[in-house]
């Protein structure tokens, strides 16, 4: 499935947003939740697109973390074939955002379809989003497209944009580290076979 650009674009941002924001394991060392400046920082990264900058304050930024939070809950369940318990917790989300659709202007003149809390709020606006960009995914077989990190001591998740939908790693350098061991690995036992002979 592939999403229309919208869509595309609040899950790539989700996504980022929760590996920004959510403490774990990202390629084998533990990240902490950002606080102060760093999380307004991290923010900001995570949402930045082309021709949007993506600044927020500190207030926003901080009330805009429960969503995330409650965003990487949603993954690990897709991440577990957990649907039934994705869809709630998505629904959830979707009650407390009180996400809703609305047409705006694009800039060719056109309209785009866009979804908003019930004010323009930094945090209430991204809130919303998650929520329904989650919803779309889970709800047009899309769901199978987000992912936990399958390389060791990582938990980061991924947004699968691929045509053959084979991802499983949150990025090159996970993928690089298992490739690594696999190889080492294989090498080791075939030196070990060799001594064997």
């Known amino acids: 499935m592939r999403f229309n650009s919208h869509v595309e674009r609040l899950l790539v941002s ?12 990202d390629g084998g060392r533990s990240v902490g939740e950002p606080a102060g400046d760093e999380l307004v920082e ?39 074939d957990d649907l039934p318990g994705a869809a709630a917790r998505v629904n ?3 009650a407390r955002t009180r996400a809703r659709p609305q047409l705006d202007h694009d800039d060719e003149g056109g309209f785009r379809l866009h979804f908003h809390g019930p004010d323009d709020s930094f945090s209430r606006g991204w809130a919303a989003g998650l929520a329904a960009g989650l919803a779309m995914a889970l709800g047009g077989d899309g769901g199978q497209r987000l992912g936990m990190c399958e390389a060791p001591a990582c938990d980061r998740v991924y947004v699968d944009q691929s ?20 190889h080492r690995r294989r090498r080791s036992s075939g030196h070990a076979s060799a001594a064997t002979s």
């Open 14 to 25: 989700t996504v980022a947003l929760v590996n920004e924001l959510t403490p774990g394991q």
């Open 42 to 80: 991290a923010v900001a990264r995570a949402v930045r697109t082309q021709g949007y900058s993506g600044r927020t304050t500190a207030a926003e930024a901080r009330a805009l973390l429960a969503e995330v939070r409650a965003a990487r809950q949603v993954i690990e369940a897709v991440a577990v």
């Open 92 to 94: 959830a989300m979707l």
């Open 163 to 182: 045509k053959n939908s084979h991802r499983r790693f949150c990025g090159s350098r996970c993928q690089s580290r298992v490739k690594a061991a696999e």
